[in-house]
């Protein structure tokens, strides 16, 4: 779900608003408007100039629409927003982190900045039992439980796996996680970046 943030209590408002930032400069190198943007996501435009200025976070469905629109992907748009000043070390802290909402109130974010590499590392937490919405994407992805467990939908066939389970598949596979048993569950996910132009 895509939330409103509270710069002065929330601890990821900083990296909400580079997100925000990140947002705003591919939309203007795009040439495109607000209205544009609202329009071909389908989210409202208030919303929009909200995430744009930090002052609200997208939902992982929601950052989807958006990063498809700009023509980049949602890891890429959460690891910029984890990119460290010019000449600090690379460690991503806790609490510097591009992040999401995911679905059942839980979130994704990103364990690296951006940067040129085959691939994207990220976490995943939640406690809802709603599946939420099929996803599947052009990316080969791996899946380890750290923590809980989980219900894992691989095209249509439920798999329950828990601490120190993994799973591979390939890019065009559908699939959707949600908890076993209303616990919270916490994920390392790994998916491979395309290069540009690769189908």
Do not use: N
Not at 23 to 29: E, F, T
Not at 88 to 98: A, F, L, Q, Y
Not at 171 to 189: F, I, K, Q
């Amino acid at each position: 779900m895509d939330a409103l943030i509270d710069e002065d209590t929330d601890p990821l408002g900083r990296s909400v608003a580079r997100l925000g930032q990140r947002i705003r400069a591919l939309r203007h190198d795009r040439s495109m408007t607000l209205v544009q943007l609202a329009h071909a996501t389908g989210l409202s435009h208030s919303f929009l100039s909200q995430v744009e200025r930090g002052r609200a976070r997208l939902s992982m469905s929601s950052l989807f629409r958006v990063a498809t629109t700009l023509g980049t992907t949602q890891q890429l748009l959460l690891a910029e927003a984890t990119a460290p000043p010019a000449g600090s070390t690379p460690v991503v802290r806790r609490t510097d982190e591009g992040s999401a909402s995911s679905p059942g109130g839980g979130t994704v974010r990103a364990l690296a900045p951006a940067g040129d590499r085959p691939f994207d590392p990220m976490e995943f937490t939640g406690t809802s039992r709603e599946p939420g919405p099929r996803w599947a994407h052009d990316e080969d992805e791996f899946v380890y439980v750290v923590e809980g467990h989980v219900l894992l939908e691989l095209d249509g066939a439920l798999e329950r796996i828990g601490p120190g389970d993994s799973v591979f598949y390939r890019g065009g596979t559908h699939h959707r996680w949600s908890s076993a048993d209303g616990e919270p569950y916490r994920l390392l996910v790994v998916k491979q970046r395309l290069a540009q132009g690769d189908d």
